[in-house]
Nanobody, 128 residues
């Protein structure tokens, strides 16, 4: 079973930085996508940033130049595990949302509906 657990959200002022972390365990394939989505109250989840097994990255236009996605691969004899991070700089109130880590074993996609595995979410609130 693939499990994703996010951490690192919080309340910050505009202009501040936060780093979100997501522990991914139970990965069943070496060909994976890990992504961050966010959901503003009452809206659908939107793609924020993604990283593939090959190191390819992509970002939503609204966060380019401010957010950086990265990952660490931890491979043990009995399990493969990833840590995926979202470094968020120069935060603005429009970044306020619940942030979700997601995993997919398949081709590159920016659509939330294509991702099978999700974390529980972590709240980021940016005050003006």
């Amino acid at each position: 079973q693939v499990l994703l657990v996010e951490s690192g959200g919080g309340l910050v002022q505009a202009g501040a930085s936060l780093r979100l972390s997501c522990a991914v365990s139970g990965r069943t394939s070496s060909y994976y996508l890990l992504a961050w989505f966010r959901q503003h109250s009452g809206n659908e989840r939107e793609f924020v940033a993604g990283i593939s097994w090959s190191g390819r990255t992509d970002y939503a236009d609204s966060v380019k130049g401010r957010f950086t996605i990265s990952e660490d691969n931890v491979i043990s004899e009995d399990n493969a595990r990833n840590m995926v991070y979202l470094q968020m700089n120069s935060l603005v109130p429009e970044d306020t949302a619940a942030y979700y880590c997601a995993a997919r074993f398949g081709p590159w996609s920016l659509r939330a509906s294509d991702y099978t595995y999700w974390g529980q979410g972590t709240q980021v609130t940016v005050s003006s």
